[in-house]
């Protein structure tokens, strides 16, 4: 059901309170019902945003993960030190607090999905573009969890029909986003990050008594060490979701929640620094650069020999992260679906964890999937938050140019496209790609930074581009105004 708030008088600014006819409004649905459909299509009222401790919780879930473990294993096979490492995860964590300010207040301001925002502020074409992003990050993503998974359960017990089980996990795990944010965010705040804290503090806990100096200092001798901003690189790759705007549409925002900042930096910081090192030390206690024997020696060692404990912490973190994919994946799928007439939420959430479960048969090994969901990842849908956030919180202080976003747009009301916009976000995405060596054709080198050059090459090209037209009569109509 789409609910659609009258025309207002005037447009209130980022982080003002939404008109309270929107709270009003609200009183239509049904708690279950406005639950499930999650304000896909409408901005969330100001009395379902939740608290910064609420938030916190729902975003450490996404950041504390056991995949990251995987940036710091390899990191010591790869010739890092456990100090290089560590500096390296603070310049990761530093790096996407920054981005994150931006775009995760996009959505606290506006109320409203990454996708729908999209609409009125890079018109039709742009807008598809980002829906499309966002499906195709959030269902690699979500791919890359289930092969994780199924990996570490292998390195644990035999797994009779491999292929079977990886499907169904697939299909099994859309529980949660089939409830919209309300089941994602009392899951990961009930159970996902209660128990990946406490396991994950206590393993780093013991494996930094237990291992010795001398054995930690015994770094692999590799011919070709690997440059610390690659690895900074890889932590980004897999933490940057680019959809914040999501989550954080549920959030406060203004000075009374410091813009949300202290849920950003934390997370992160915890994100970086826990799981990263806590794959460096067991790299270090086991001294095996296979990642999959080695999960069997790490959970013989922080979980007294229980391979069931280990699948059970390891299956709950991940069901988290999860969450968070698919969420990426419905909400892009569902901003162009929607327009089918009595098309539900629901719908989308069964139809692509359907599809989720058929790709698990075509999934490349487990290495090779975390390099190309990372480099994806970070290097096309941030590209989109930024330039966004840019439009909102930049542009009326540059060029007095303000975009309507109480409501969200219908399609009819649209522009055809943010000109300036969709030419930023092309050449962001083609910077990121080509310099993270995903254009086969080309056969590009990994070359700098991907996402960092990726989100800089789209905020300035967005930048020079509005600069070019902001003086001209049809400044709005070339940078998609929505009709509203």
């Known amino acids: 059901m789409t609910l659609q708030t009258p025309t207002s008088p005037r447009q ?5 309170a939404q008109p309270a ?21 409408s901005v969330v009222p100001q009395a379902k945003r939740r608290s910064n401790f609420r938030m916190l919780a729902q975003f450490l879930s996404m950041q504390a993960v056991f995949g990251t473990v995987l940036v710091g294993y390899g990191a010591r096979f790869q010739g890092l030190t456990l100090s290089e490492l560590t500096v390296a995860m603070l310049i990761a964590a530093a790096v996407m607090s920054l981005y994150c300010i931006g775009s995760a207040n996009a959505g606290a301001a506006t109320g409203q999905t990454h996708s729908v925002m999209a609409r009125s502020i890079f018109g039709t074409i742009g807008s598809g573009l980002v829906s499309l992003l966002l ?16 990996d570490i359960a292998g ?17 099994v795990m859309i529980v949660n986003t089939y409830f919209g944010f309300e089941g994602v965010q009392r899951f990961a705040q009930f159970v996902a990050v209660p128990v990946i804290l406490v396991w994950g503090i206590f393993a780093t806990i013991l494996a930094f008594t237990t291992v010795s100096h001398d054995v930690l200092a015994a770094v692999p001798h590799v011919d070709n060490k690997t440059a610390m901003i690659m690895v900074i690189g890889s932590m980004v790759g897999l933490s940057t979701w680019g959809n914040e705007p999501d989550f954080f549409r549920y959030a406060k925002v203004g000075r009374a929640s410091w813009w949300n900042i202290p849920t950003i930096v934390i ?6 620094l826990l799981f990263p090192v806590m794959g460096y030390m067991i790299a270090a206690l086991s001294n095996q650069p296979d990642f999959g024997p080695s999960i069997s020696y790490f959970v013989n060692f922080t979980m007294f020999g229980s391979a069931l404990l280990g699948i059970a912490v390891i299956v709950i973190n991940q069901w988290a992260v999860q969450d968070g994919n698919l969420y990426i994946a419905v909400n892009g ?52 938050s930024t330039i966004m956030a840019i439009d909102l919180f930049l542009l009326p202080w540059l060029f007095g140019i303000k975009r309507p976003m ?19 976000l092309a050449a962001g995405t083609v910077a990121g790609v080509y310099t993270a060596g995903l254009i086969p054709a080309i056969n590009s080198d990994y070359i700098g930074f991907p996402a960092l050059q990726a989100w800089l090459t789209g905020a300035v090209v967005y930048l020079i581009g509005v600069t070019l037209v902001h003086k001209r009569a049809d400044v709005k109509a070339l940078l998609g105004f929505a009709r509203i």
């Not at 609200?26 to 304000?39: K, P, W």
């Not at 499906?135 to 199924?150: H, S």
């Not at 989308?348 to 359907?354: A, D, E, I, N, S």
Request: proline share 4%; hydrophobic share 50%; net charge negative.
């Open 21 to 41: 006819i929107a709270d009003s409004v609200e009183t239509i649905l049904s708690v279950t019902e406005a639950d499930i459909a999650d304000y896909t299509e």
């Open 135 to 150: 499906v195709v990050n959030g269902m690699a993503f979500y791919l890359f969890t289930v092969k994780f998974i199924i």
């Open 12 to 16: 209130p600014l980022p982080g003002e």
């Open 155 to 171: 390195g644990l017990m035999t797994l009779p029909a491999v292929g079977i089980i990886t499907a169904l996990l697939a299909i």
């Open 333 to 384: 799928a569902q901003n162009v679906l929607s327009g089918i007439r009595g098309w539900k939420r629901q719908y989308t959430v069964v139809g692509l964890g359907l599809i989720a479960a058929v790709l698990t048969f075509y999934l490349p090994n487990l290495q090779d999937t975390f390099n190309l969901v990372t480099s994806i990842g970070s290097t096309t849908v941030p590209v989109a």
């Open 267 to 272: 997370s992160y910081l915890v994100g970086a």
């Open 406 to 424: 109480y409501r969200v747009a219908n399609w009819s009301e649209l522009g055809i496209a943010n000109w300036p916009g969709v030419v930023a």
